[in-house]
């Protein structure tokens, strides 16, 4: 076996190990997998879609991409096995195919060599810890289908292309609309190689045809022209460090592009298109840096090979220094990632799971929403901010006014969403510093304090 194939297979490894990383440490899941799991347990329960989520919102139709949770649930159809086990499988399968296909564009684009270089950033950043893990969000599905969309159409798989296409649709809303945008670009760019425009169309084709579905839910008129971003604020901290080591990662990006521009002729053009577009998805939410994934990784490979040739003598040892400052950024991204599924946390919801009514209904922040229906079944007032939900704006707000308010204020909004229980944990003081809940609430004569174990304290409303 040649040397790159031994690289190849060194890097496809890593890059799943890294996506594996909640298997080992299931403390770092994120909140969205306790959701998204629930949900596809439905699908595989009732063999199909579910049509309303009893826990979300207090009760709210099922409005989320619905082909996604059918895509985690069906290894469990498959093989047999539990959901859980085929929610990690199916990230991984996809996370590996997308790894693939993200090394074969490279290759053809711009050579063995600097593909490797790429794959290196596509398989190890922290982006992958974020959003493309063992219990992958939608986009990092969507990362793996725009990879594999943009590989069938450089290929003029037009057969791929559509399928691809109708599944991202009905996978990730935000990663079709980003992907049917891209490829019309792209189309428009491959005048003169009519195999590869008319592969691109296709894809738009099939993106819009899939985005057509959305229009004839009931649900869909109250929110598709008013979408939400309260709670995807774009950080220039993170958009630096998510991409690997600091940051350091976009000054290999801007040597690949200072070098290959003396190859623009050669170089698609869509691909200059892709990173631009995806810059600008970059700063209308941070949700959206998998789209900007596949353009950066693959355009800081080429900067790397650069680097790599002119320091001649030196290049293996600037390759091991990039190899090691991305582990330790990878690492410690993860060491300040702050688990909130923790002992503590999950022993309050299995608490709550055995000693609160089954209609009972919990106020506490969205995303520990997601674990109190996940965990302990019961309805919450608010979990998942972007998925069509009902009055998402108006409940943000009242959540947050119940953290800074009063007594009053606080049974007010209780009675209004028809909440009977508060759960607050240690980690919302420092979300919160100036509100001072967790000590203010133990003195109102409205709520009645249930549990305490240091980690999470849960308040009933007094009738």
């Known amino acids: 076996m040649r040397p790159p194939s031994w690289w190849l297979l060194a890097l496809l490894l890593t890059g799943l190990l890294v996506r594996a990383v909640p298997l080992f440490l299931p403390t770092y899941i994120d909140p969205d997998h306790f959701y998204h799991e629930r949900i596809a347990q439905a699908v595989v329960n009732q063999q199909g879609t579910p049509?309303?989520?009893?826990?979300?919102?207090?009760?709210?139709?099922?409005?989320?991409?619905?082909?996604?949770?059918?895509?985690?649930?069906?290894?469990?159809?498959?093989?047999?096995?539990?959901?859980r086990s085929a929610y990690a499988l199916s990230s991984l399968l996809l996370g590996l195919a997308g790894m693939l296909a993200f090394y074969s564009l490279a290759k053809n684009l711009l050579g063995e060599k600097t593909a490797l270089a790429s794959?290196?950033?596509?398989?190890?950043?922290?982006?992958?810890?974020?959003?493309?893990?063992?219990f992958s969000r939608p986009d990092g599905f969507?990362?793996?289908?725009?990879?594999?969309?943009?590989?069938?159409?450089?290929?003029?798989?037009?057969?791929?292309?559509?399928?691809?296409?109708?599944?991202?649709?009905?996978?990730?809303?935000?990663?079709?609309?980003?992907?049917?945008?891209?490829?019309?670009?792209?189309?428009?760019?491959g005048r003169g190689k009519k195999l590869?425009?008319?592969?691109?169309?296709?894809?738009?084709?099939?993106?819009?045809?899939?985005?057509?579905y959305y229009l004839f839910l009931p649900w869909a008129s109250f929110?598709?022209?008013?979408?939400?971003?309260?709670?995807?604020?774009?950080?220039?901290?993170?958009?630096?460090?998510?991409?690997?080591?600091?940051?350091?990662?976009?000054?290999?990006?801007?040597?690949?592009?200072?070098?290959?521009?003396?190859?623009?002729?050669?170089?698609?053009?869509?691909?200059?298109?892709?990173?631009?577009?995806?810059?600008?998805?970059?700063?209308?939410?941070?949700?959206?840096?998998?789209?900007a994934a596949l353009p950066v990784c693959l355009f800081?490979?080429?900067?790397?090979?650069?680097?790599?040739?002119?320091?001649?003598?030196?290049?293996?040892?600037?390759?091991?220094?990039?190899?090691?400052?991305?582990?330790?950024?990878?690492?410690?991204?993860?060491?300040?990632?702050?688990?909130?599924?923790?002992?503590?946390?999950?022993?309050?919801?299995h608490w709550a799971r055995a000693n609160t009514a089954e209609n009972s209904t919990f106020l506490s922040l969205w995303d520990r929403g997601h674990v109190i229906t996940g965990v302990a079944g019961r309805r919450v007032v608010m979990d998942g901010y972007f998925e069509f939900a009902p009055q998402a704006?108006?409940?943000?707000?009242?959540?947050?006014?119940?953290?800074h308010g009063g007594e009053a204020n606080a049974r007010r909004i209780m009675q209004k969403w028809n909440a009977t229980h508060v759960l607050l944990d240690s980690r919302m003081p420092a979300l919160f510093p100036s509100s001072n809940l967790s000590n203010r609430i133990r003195g109102w004569s409205s709520f009645e304090n249930l549990f305490d174990n240091g980690v999470v304290q849960i308040y009933r409303l007094r009738s």
């Open 142 to 189: 969507a990362l793996s289908l725009l990879a594999l969309l943009a590989l069938f159409i450089y290929k003029r798989k037009l057969l791929s292309v559509a399928l691809l296409g109708l599944s991202l649709a009905l996978a990730d809303l935000p990663g079709a609309v980003f992907g049917a945008g891209l490829f019309a670009v792209w189309a428009f760019l």
């Open 51 to 83: 049509s309303w989520d009893a826990l979300s919102y207090g009760g709210r139709p099922q409005t989320y991409y619905p082909f996604y949770h059918v895509l985690l649930a069906v290894p469990s159809f498959l093989l047999g096995v539990d959901l």
């Open 393 to 403: 704006d108006e409940r943000y707000s009242d959540i947050i006014s119940f953290f």
């Open 223 to 291: 929110q598709l022209s008013s979408v939400t971003l309260s709670s995807e604020e774009v950080s220039s901290l993170n958009v630096l460090s998510i991409f690997g080591f600091g940051g350091a990662a976009w000054l290999f990006v801007a040597l690949g592009l200072w070098e290959l521009r003396r190859s623009f002729s050669r170089f698609p053009a869509w691909l200059w298109a892709w990173l631009l577009l995806g810059v600008l998805a970059l700063a209308v939410a941070i949700r959206n840096l998998s789209f």
């Open 119 to 134: 794959l290196l950033f596509f398989a190890v950043t922290p982006l992958a810890f974020v959003r493309a893990t063992a």
């Open 196 to 212: 590869a425009r008319n592969a691109a169309l296709v894809g738009v084709s099939f993106l819009v045809l899939g985005l057509l």
């Open 300 to 349: 800081a490979g080429a900067g790397l090979f650069e680097a790599a040739r002119k320091t001649k003598q030196y290049s293996k040892w600037l390759v091991a220094l990039v190899i090691v400052a991305l582990s330790i950024q990878a690492t410690l991204y993860y060491a300040t990632l702050d688990p909130l599924a923790s002992p503590g946390f999950m022993d309050s919801l």
